[in-house]
């Protein structure tokens, strides 16, 4: 009996990656919601409080009573020449105070994120607040796409930190009629966060400002609800 054997030629194993050519009218976008976390603790709520407080004097009926030689030998502790008297710093900054919403150093008790207002490309030249973000073309994955739309107004990467490989969210967004031939955007959302730093040398954009989640929904007013959704606090 006589076998024919077919020889495959060309490589079986292919990089991964995202077609870009299965539809012209299609853009795949990464972007990067750039967060600087909490710098002091927030304020604990009242009602968190009253309940702390409940908690104290309950177990104070119960607390283990000590002689007070004791405890004049524990409160002794710390007095002599390390005693530190500790001022705590204000919580409300001088960026606070006038608004400055291109400075880090304010809300220092929330987490603050990076918009840029420039033009982007789904916005038809027009100039419009956004985040940073990149239209996903050659490159390996889309965190990669995502860092390079992030080191493009930073200048390096040094100072950040992204949390994890995977988007942590996805939008897809269709032509209007008041652009009707503007071709559809699936936006991929990336987290990365401000490491060790107060302040950036933001460029490649006509102005920017560091915001906290409710002012985030001011600007986002169409995308609130998923916005919203998407952003913890």
């Known amino acids: 009996m006589q076998r024919t054997i077919t020889i495959l030629r060309g490589p079986l194993v ?9 539809s012209s009218s299609e853009k795949i976008v990464a972007s990067v919601l750039f ?18 407080e409940f908690a104290f004097r309950w177990r104070q009926q ?26 705590p710093a204000p919580r409300i900054t001088e960026a ?33 607040w956004h985040f940073p973000e990149k239209v996903y073309q050659s490159e390996e994955t889309l965190r990669k796409c995502a860092e390079s739309a992030l080191k493009s ?48 040398n933001i460029k490649k954009c006509e102005d920017f400002v560091w915001v906290t989640k409710d002012e985030l929904l001011e600007y986002f007013p169409e995308k609130a609800e998923f916005l919203n959704k998407m952003i913890i606090s």
């Open 14 to 22: 292919r990089d991964r990656g995202f077609s870009t050519s299965s």
């Open 35 to 52: 967060e600087r976390l909490p710098v002091v603790i927030p304020k604990i709520d009242p009602v968190v409080y009253a309940y702390q």
């Open 62 to 87: 119960y607390r283990r009573i000590y002689p007070d030689e004791l405890l004049d030998k524990s409160n002794a502790r710390g007095k002599g020449d390390y005693h530190i008297d500790y001022v």
């Open 96 to 128: 606070d105070k006038m608004n400055d919403r291109k400075s880090l150093q304010r809300a220092l008790d929330r987490r603050l994120y990076l918009l840029l207002y420039g033009n982007t490309d789904g916005s038809a030249g027009k100039s419009v």
């Open 153 to 200: 107004i930073l200048g390096d990467l040094s100072h950040t930190y992204f949390v994890g490989n995977a988007p942590m969210g996805h939008m897809a967004t269709q032509s209007t009629e008041d652009v009707p031939d503007s071709p559809s955007v699936k936006q991929f959302f990336f987290k990365s966060q401000v490491i060790a730093t107060n302040k950036f």
